[in-house]
């Protein structure tokens, strides 16, 4: 009997608990799932007699080590912050761990202590990143054996929603925490392009998209993610003379988002004193004034924002989609002290929430450029996958199927190595990527000879 | 005899030092000049007999405390950073305190501490903070005080080069620390207009500028100060639907600023890993990528960068700026990892360094719109000043001189209040301002009736 604590109940941990139970008898284990909220967590094991609902209160070093202590695995679904802690216990408990998120600077500083235990720290084994590292790194792998030379590589990824279920002008729905669309790109996005580090302030990210088209799907557009550089070394790319990751949208969607930066809407680093009693659109009027904008000071809002993006392209457009948040809106916000941030979240969540019976969709698209005796060609790689519902979304298995079958290779033993680790090789992904495919995840590639 | 200590013997120093040395005799003071070099110290005292320059290790609270026992008032022109140690001591070794920086809200809190202490710290006892609010109250005051009623505060102030030793395209040249120029506006402005709160992000500063107009001399601009909220309850103008403090500086220098600021050149956020290698040229090339202009990779940056500017106004005034700073220069960085601030600080510290006999130019300006009688009036109150030479400047006048007349008031015991006091009093306004008109600093009203 193996027993996996699995560390969050909430929305992304869905397609994982269904692996866990659906191969629990074969395999002889049993799933502890904790949350917060021990309701929660049993609504979601639906009476199956292979998962115990259990509390946990993370921020509390006894009630984590409690659980801790009886795993054989912890999988971590919690948000990002949370993870460094459980991973700290697991190395003290000598108990290997698996998330879907970032390994921050600080989770790989602890690299020495967790070989030292004898355990894997596995991270990075979702969607992006997961799936992201695991299919590049295999044709990565693929090219370089067979002596190609890799020259460019750019890699591109969306949580959008599925053609059959958009129906408002951004061609965007949350199938994801919304707080992350909101911040997406603060800071500067760095790569690599043409053999120099290039650099892409905030307030121009979104007006530099590149347009990537997905047969069969509607036009879209890529910004650039903040840090593609380290990628570069761990990808075994650092002769390639391009190397960047980038987040994919409908088209038309970062023009009008980088009106909403441009206006300061974005902002997470300080609050409104008012916003409780504020109305949304008092609020985005607070952002101008009759000097700035050479008019009246009684000229509607919709007005001062028409003529402030008088410049741009596609003013006719942008318009609309704003009015379409809701962002001119009398009803109050009703927020306290609430940063602009916060405040754009709120008015998203309703107007981007996925519906009952809609679908989302994951796209994901690598694109290499390489010679091999003596041609060019250019190699694109492409996942899309639809989810079925609300809940049954493609971002929770596209997430929670690689952390699954992860933990499946940890229980195993199938994985040798020690210390963190990142699934950048063959013994990680060819299992997972196999495995995958049975869900309908996988990868179709095409191959153009280049002039 | 009285003991003055003060810190920090920089280039602003100088007239604040000159005063001490000149009033000494009479006044029985006697002038111990601490910095880190004894010898700067050394030279700025000149051989007087009234002057003993001393070392001194700030961070070192022992090295400090030493000189600080045996003062009976501390002068700190030391940069923002440093003053809070400094003011501790003061409150535990009860020393009377005095400086030309921001009273910060760590500084606030000591207030309880230091009125127990029985002593002062006076702060923001320059030119801005300083005499903006020296003069301000004092209208303010007046105004009141005959039964005006003020609607509308914008209170404006610059260091700029005079007109006469003005030849570059910016009109400006660095008076002061260049690194604050650098950072300038870093953040969102916060004011009030027209009784609403009002935001202006740092990406749309540079663009919402007012134009400000002060006789004989070019036409100036002014972008909004980052803080104007705090002072509208110390000001007594709770009742106004305006309040305003901002920057000045001469007309078309905020546009070109805005193309340094939205290519990404004034971030101090990150570093760029080879900038000791790097040409300028390379280095702002990376700010851009072909896709980003759709250009050909090979566009000469000059080119690329006009491009980028295709939808601004005065783009052909703005390139030429930004070509006598030396952005597109063949020349090496050769600073190791530094930040694109810092990079630029380096570029400017050359383009706009004051010559020997350059002189550098003050010009403050409040505006006050006021109803009294049932007519409405509007009174301008201007201060303009301009320096000797590179040393003996207006900037180092301004800001040294009120320092030193409050210094003065403390020594003779003229401020009766206890605690952390900043200058809004009359107590401390009218004898300095009367005092600073002997030096030529002083403002012009003109009251205007409008319709």
């Excluded at 996996?4 to 074969?26: D, V």
């Excluded at 408990?93 to 004898?118: C, H, Q, R, V, W």
């Excluded at 044709?139 to 929603?161: D, M, N």
């Excluded at 990808?235 to 206006?263: H, M, P």
Aim: aromatic residues 8%.
């Amino acid at each position: 009997m193996k027993h996996i604590l699995m560390i969050g109940a909430g929305k992304s941990a869905t397609a994982a608990i269904s692996y866990f139970l659906s191969h629990a008898k074969t395999n002889k284990w049993q799933l502890t799932l904790a949350d917060y909220d021990t309701k929660v967590a049993a609504l979601k094991l639906q009476n199956s007699p292979y998962g115990i609902a259990k509390s946990i209160d993370v921020t509390n070093a006894a009630s984590r080590r409690k659980l801790i202590a009886k795993a054989d695995l912890v999988v971590s679904m919690m948000p990002p912050a949370f993870h460094l802690p459980i991973i700290k216990d697991c190395i003290a408990l000598k108990k290997d761990f698996i998330n879907a998120s970032y390994a921050t600077p600080e989770i790989k500083a602890l690299a020495a202590e967790a070989k030292k235990a004898g355990i894997r720290i596995l991270c990075e084994m979702g969607l992006d990143p997961g799936i992201d590292h695991l299919s590049a790194m295999k044709t990565i792998h693929e090219l370089q054996t067979k002596g190609a030379k890799i020259t460019a590589f750019r890699s591109y990824c969306g949580g959008l929603v599925a053609p059959i279920s958009d129906n408002n002008p951004w061609h965007y729905k949350f199938s994801w925490n919304p707080r992350n669309v909101i911040l997406a790109g603060q800071g500067t996005a760095q790569y690599r392009e043409g053999g120099l580090t290039r650099y892409i302030p905030y307030n121009r990210l979104f007006t530099q998209t590149a347009p990537i088209q997905i047969e069969g799907y509607a036009p879209m557009e890529a910004y650039a993610n903040r840090d593609s550089l380290s990628y570069i070394a761990l990808y075994g790319l650092t002769d390639a003379a391009t190397f960047l990751r980038g987040t994919l949208r409908v088209e038309g969607f970062c023009k009008a988002w980088d009106a909403l930066v441009q206006i300061g809407l974005t902002d997470d680093s300080y609050t409104i004193s008012n916003s409780a009693t504020l109305t949304y659109k008092e609020w985005v009027k607070s952002y101008f004034n009759s000097g700035a904008v050479q008019a009246n000071p009684h000229m509607p809002i919709i007005n001062v924002i028409a003529g402030y993006l008088a410049g741009s392209k596609k003013k006719h457009e942008i318009i609309p989609m704003l009015e379409s948040i809701g962002l001119f809106s009398d009803e109050v916000i009703g927020l306290n002290n609430a940063t602009p941030a916060q405040i754009l979240q709120q008015l998203l969540e309703k107007a981007w929430q996925m519906q009952a019976h809609d679908k989302d969709m994951i796209v994901m698209q690598h694109q290499f450029e390489y010679s091999y005796r003596k041609k060019n060609y250019r190699l694109n790689s492409t996942l899309v996958l639809e989810g079925e519902d609300q809940v049954h979304t493609a971002m929770a298995k596209t997430v929670g199927l690689p952390l699954a079958i992860g933990a499946r290779l940890l229980l195993q033993r199938k994985i040798k190595e020690k210390g963190v680790l990142l699934p950048l090789t063959s013994e990680i992904y060819t299992p997972v990527l196999s495995e995958l495919e049975k869900y309908g995840i996988h990868f179709k590639e095409k191959i153009t000879p280049q002039a």
